[in-house]
């Protein structure tokens, strides 16, 4: 039986947890979480000049930054004709540019820090399991150049060769803008980079309580940050951690699919999602080649979804094959159910050896959107459902960049409500994704 080893992981030196710093008395931002959201608003605010610690549970990029499939994505969760309807017009646009943003922020960030993961615009592949859902995509394409001027191209049953090496597709939607990267390399580089502008990384540093203090910060000499704003809640944070206390002028909360009783008024609006990915063997590289001749990302048309691509010669294939978190029994399922995946889409990978499987956890708030806003006093960047490569980087710089200037709430993500659970049913406790996943078999088999 295959155990948890995580692919990206033996690409990189992933941040130590070996001689830790000290945790500061007193920061401008706390910010919880150490993944693409959290480190890209440290490396923000630390080069603006504010004094920021990024506090972590477990090690520097530990959460899904470093397991994801590292598909760098147009678009939103929610295909964009829904998100019109939801939303109007004026806001579903500025949403859609945010994700194109996202994905040129990635190659800015990349670019101004050296970091080596491998970004590059290789494009993206969304395939159909029926020869309705090709119909669905030419609806798709056509909306998408009238709505957004955006440009994306049918790719037809027959030309799917000159793409992917699978018959398994009734053609596809390809979108030249998107990109692909190595994660944990992004994230391990982030971390750099974020330290490089001034924030200090505090591995191992799990934050179990967040309280008010009575004290008001212009009663200190010196504010650490540049955050303060007329009218808003001055009382400084106290951040206790496993290993110490520190206080904070403000709070950025980027926990994602790991947030917990901390943050009690959060975790009760995400739902954490289980997703897990299988990596074979170094392929020959003819037969690499083969698989997916234009090294697209690619993933399928279903609520139950496969994606997949190729990284140095080997297919990292991945999906919702448990719909709970990682743990040894959901890691042991999925690599069985992802290898009969992998096997029915690419016949030819009957035979290759896969050599990892791991997992990671998602977010999903209860309309499938991300938010950003603030709630008491603490800010926040949750909800990516499974669409927090580039969208991760982008609303943590973003965000930061909201944080210092006082206008969080004219941020494009802060535009919406965040919904509670319906009829309050939900205390953080996922009971119901049994049933979830069920019912997405069942869509996948009607629609
Ligand atoms: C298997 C998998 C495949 C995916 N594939 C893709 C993809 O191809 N493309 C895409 O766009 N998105 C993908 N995603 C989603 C994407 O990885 C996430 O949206 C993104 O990484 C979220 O980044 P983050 O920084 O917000 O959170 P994370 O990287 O999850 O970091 C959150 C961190 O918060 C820490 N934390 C939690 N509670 C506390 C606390 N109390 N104190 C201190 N620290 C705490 C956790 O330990 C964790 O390290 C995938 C996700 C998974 C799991």
Redesign the pocket.
């Known amino acids: 039986m295959l155990k948890q080893r995580i692919f990206w992981h033996d690409t990189v030196d992933m941040p130590s947890d070996k001689d830790l710093p000290p945790l500061p008395d007193r920061v401008g931002v706390a910010v919880?979480?150490?993944?693409?959201?959290?480190?890209?608003a440290a490396r923000t605010l630390a080069q603006r000049g504010t004094r920021v610690a990024v506090?972590?549970?477990?090690?520097?990029?530990?959460?899904?930054?470093?397991?994801?499939?590292?598909?760098?994505?147009t678009g939103l969760k929610l295909p964009m004709q829904t998100v019109i309807k939801k939303y109007g017009r004026g806001l579903a646009k500025r949403l859609f540019q945010c994700s194109l943003d996202s994905i040129d922020t990635v190659e800015q960030i990349v670019r101004d820090e050296k970091i080596d993961c491998g970004f590059a615009r290789t494009g993206h592949l969304l395939a159909a399991n029926k020869p309705k859902h090709f119909d669905a995509l030419k609806d798709e394409a056509e909306f998408m150049a009238k709505e957004f001027n955006h440009k994306v191209h049918l790719v037809p049953p027959s030309e799917m060769q000159s793409e992917i090496g699978s018959d398994a597709y009734y053609g596809a939607l390809l979108d030249e803008a998107s990109g692909?990267l190595n994660?944990a390399q992004f994230?391990a580089g982030l971390a750099r980079a974020a330290e490089n502008a001034g924030a200090t990384l505090h591995a191992r540093?799990?934050?179990?309580n967040l309280t008010r203090s009575p004290e008001r910060r212009s009663e200190r000499s010196g504010a650490e940050t540049k955050t303060a704003v007329e009218g808003r809640d001055t009382r400084r944070f106290v951040v206790e951690?496993e290993r110490g206390t520190l206080e904070a002028e403000s709070v950025l909360v980027?926990?994602?699919?790991?947030?917990?009783p901390?943050?009690k008024s959060l975790q009760k609006k995400i739902i954490p999602i289980?997703?897990?990915?299988i990596a074979t063997e170094k392929l020959p590289d003819d037969l690499a080649r083969e698989l997916s001749p234009k090294n697209r990302?690619i993933f399928d048309y279903k609520h139950y979804l496969n994606?997949f691509?190729l990284w140095d010669g080997r297919m990292i294939f991945?999906g919702r094959a448990a719909f709970f978190p990682?743990n040894e029994n959901t890691i042991a399922r999925s690599a069985e159910i992802l290898r009969r995946e992998m096997v029915t889409v690419y016949p030819q990978l009957h035979d290759a050896k896969v050599e990892y499987v791991?997992?990671?956890?998602?977010?999903f708030a209860f309309d499938m959107m991300t938010h950003v806003g603030e709630d008491a006093g603490m800010f926040y960047?949750?909800g990516?459902?499974?669409?927090?490569?580039?969208?991760?980087a982008y609303?943590?710089k973003t965000v930061a960049e909201a944080m210092l200037a006082g206008n969080i709430k004219e941020h494009p993500f802060a535009q919406f409500d965040f919904p509670s659970a319906p009829l309050g049913l939900y205390d953080g406790r996922p009971w119901f994704l049994p049933f979830a996943g069920m019912w997405h078999k069942i869509l996948d088999w009607v629609e």
């Open positions: 919880i979480g150490s993944g693409f959201t959290g480190l890209a506090l972590e549970a477990e090690t520097i990029g530990w959460g899904a930054s470093s397991r994801n499939g590292g598909m760098a994505l692909g994660p994230v540093a799990r934050v179990t951690t980027a926990t994602a699919g790991y947030t917990g901390t943050t289980g997703s897990f990915i990302m994606y691509r991945g990682e791991w997992g990671g956890t998602l977010d960047s949750l990516y459902a499974g669409h927090g490569v580039a969208m991760g609303l943590g």
